[in-house]
C-alpha cells in the first residue's frame, strides 16, 4: 500500500510542528511519499515564507538591499534546523539563492524557494530521498503545467525510490525556468505525486479535521462531513467552503484515488475522505450547505417572451460582449434573471443595460442588488423525499424571504437566492433543520 502525504504550511511552520509530522509519517510504513509547503504562520501575527520570498524578491528586483529580509528567511529554516538538533547547514543553498535574486532569476523561483529548502530539511529530518520538484513536474513553453510528461517523468523517477520527500508547489520548464502553480499549489504536487506512483490514498493533513457541514463562523461547532463526493466538493467550494486547492481533485479523480483530509494537531480525527463515487448514505440528508453573498439579479422582462425564439442568447450575448459570466438564470414565462456578481458587474451596468436593450428589445428591466446565494448540497437528495419542503419550511420559520430557487436535475444541490442580510440566518436555518433537528 502505497500513501502519499502533502502537509500544509501550518503543519510545517516550526520545529514543534515538524517535529509531530514526523511521528505521523513514522506512524504508518506506508507514507512513503511526503510532499511538504514552505513553513507557515506561527501564530495569526506571523507571515507565511511564501510571502516573505515574494517581498524580499520585489526588493531584488528594484534593485534594492534584500539581504536584510533574506536573512530573516535563513534564520525561520535555522530555528526549524536547531529546534529538531538537525546537524544541516543551509549556507551554501542561501548563497545560490542571493546570488539568483541578485541575478534576478523570477518571481516564480523566488516563491518557489520555500518549499525548496523545507523539503530538503524534511528529507533530513526523516532519512527520506530529496527528489527536487524542477525535475519532476513540467510546466510547457507558456508555462501550463504539462501533465502527461509530468506523469511519464514522475513515475519513473518514483519507482526508483522507495521513499521520498518532492517539494510542493513548484515544477519547471524544459530549459529549467521554474514555474509555480497559484498559491495553495502544493495540494496540486500532492495530488500528482499520487497520481504518478498509483497511491492508494492522498492524505492531506492540515490545521482542520477536513470539511465541515457548514462554515463555523456562521454554525456554532458544524458536524464535520465524513465522506464527500468530488462533485459535492467542487459545489461547496465554489460557494467558497473549501480546503483544498480547486485544481488538487483533478489528478486524482482521474486515477480513482480518495484523498483524506487531515488534521496534524488532531491526527486521531478521522478527517474527511473525497471519493468519486460512495453508497455511504450521508448522515443528514445534506452533505453541506455553503453560500456567497455580493450578487445581483438582472431581471428582464418581456410580453410573449415565450415564443421568441433566441431571445435568451440575445440577453446572455450582452453579458459576454462585457466580459461577465452569469451564475443562475432560473426564467418565468415573460421573465428571466440572470445572477452575476455585483462586483464584476458594478463597473459595466449601465453598458450591460444597454446592450440588452439593444439586442434584446425587452419591456423592463429592472435590477435587485446586495443577494445572496446558499447551495444546499447532497447526494442523498435524490432519494429522499420532501428535502425541499424541509428547508423551505425551515426558512419562512426563520423569517427569511426566498428569492430564487434552483434545483439542478442531479438533484445534488438546490440553490436559494436570499438577501445579504438574510444570508447567516438561511444558513443557520437549514443547518438546523437537517443536523440539530435531524427530523
Ligand atoms: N507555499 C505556497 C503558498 O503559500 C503553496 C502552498 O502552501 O501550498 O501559497
Not at 25 to 44: E, L, Q, T, W
Not at 142 to 148: A, I, K, L, R
Not at 266 to 272: R, W
Not at 277 to 291: D, E, H, L, N, R
Request: aromatic residues 8%.
Amino acid at each position: 500500500m502505497i500513501k502519499v502525504v502533502k502537509f500544509g504550511g501550518s503543519s510545517l511552520a516550526s520545529a514543534g510542528q515538524f517535529a509531530k509530522v514526523g511521528e505521523i509519517i513514522r506512524g504508518d510504513k506506508n507514507r512513503k511519499y511526503v510532499v511538504p509547503s514552505a513553513p507557515g504562520k506561527r501564530n495569526s501575527k506571523d507571515t507565511k515564507v511564501t510571502d516573505m520570498l515574494y517581498e524580499c524578491y520585489e526588493k531584488a528586483e528594484a534593485e534594492q538591499d534584500f539581504k536584510p529580509q533574506l536573512r530573516k528567511i535563513k534564520e525561520r529554516f535555522n530555528n526549524i534546523i536547531n529546534g529538531l538538533n538537525m546537524k544541516l547547514s543551509l549556507d551554501e543553498e542561501f548563497k545560490i539563492i542571493a546570488s539568483n535574486f541578485s541575478e534576478k532569476a523570477g518571481r516564480d523561483y523566488a516563491a518557489s524557494r520555500g518549499e525548496y529548502l523545507n523539503g530538503i530539511i524534511m528529507s533530513k529530518y526523516l532519512g527520506y530521498e530529496f527528489i527536487d520538484a524542477a525535475e519532476v513536474i513540467r510546466f510547457d513553453k507558456n508555462g501550463e503545467f504539462d501533465g502527461e510528461t509530468t506523469n511519464k517523468i514522475l513515475s519513473e523517477r518514483l519507482k526508483k525510490s522507495e521513499t521520498a520527500v518532492i517539494p510542493g508547489f513548484y515544477g519547471a520548464k524544459e530549459d529549467g525556468t521554474v514555474v509555480t502553480f497559484s498559491r495553495g499549489g502544493s495540494d496540486i504536487t500532492g495530488s500528482i505525486v499520487a497520481k504518478a506512483c498509483r497511491a492508494d490514498m492522498y492524505e492531506n493533513w492540515t490545521d482542520v479535521s477536513g470539511c465541515l457541514v457548514a462554515d463555523p463562523r456562521i454554525v456554532d461547532n458544524p458536524k464535520p462531513i465524513k465522506v464527500i463526493t468530488y462533485r459535492e466538493l467542487r459545489e461547496l467550494a465554489y460557494m467558497g467552503a473549501s480546503v483544498l486547492h480547486e485544481d488538487a481533485v483533478f489528478p486524482v479523480r482521474k486515477a480513482g484515488i480518495p484523498i483524506n483530509i487531515r488534521n496534524t494537531n488532531a491526527p486521531e480525527d478521522e478527517g474527511t475522505l473525497i471519493v468519486e463515487s460512495t453508497c455511504q448514505p450521508s448522515k443528514y440528508t445534506i452533505t453541506g450547505v455553503a453560500g456567497k453573498k455580493g450578487f445581483v439579479a438582472v431581471n428582464v422582462e418581456k410580453d410573449m417572451m415565450n415564443t421568441e425564439i433566441g431571445f435568451g442568447r440575445k440577453v446572455l450575448e450582452a453579458f459576454e460582449v462585457n466580459g461577465i459570466s452569469f451564475e443562475h438564470m432560473p426564467s418565468g414565462i415573460d421573465t428571466m434573471t440572470i445572477f452575476v456578481h455585483q462586483e464584476e458587474f458594478a463597473g459595466k451596468e449601465q453598458q450591460v443595460l444597454s446592450a440588452i436593450h439593444r439586442l434584446a428589445e425587452p419591456d423592463v428591466i429592472d435590477l435587485e442588488g446586495d443577494l445572496a446565494l446558499i447551495a444546499v448540497v447532497g447526494r442523498g437528495m435524490k432519494s429522499t423525499r420532501g428535502t425541499a419542503g424541509r428547508i423551505f419550511s425551515a426558512l419562512s420559520h426563520a423569517n427569511v424571504n426566498v428569492k430564487m430557487i434552483d434545483q439542478g436535475s442531479s438533484e445534488l444541490n438546490i440553490i436559494i437566492g436570499v438577501t445579504n442580510n438574510d444570508f447567516e440566518t438561511a444558513i443557520k436555518a437549514i443547518y438546523d433543520i437537517f443536523v440539530e433537528t435531524q427530523l
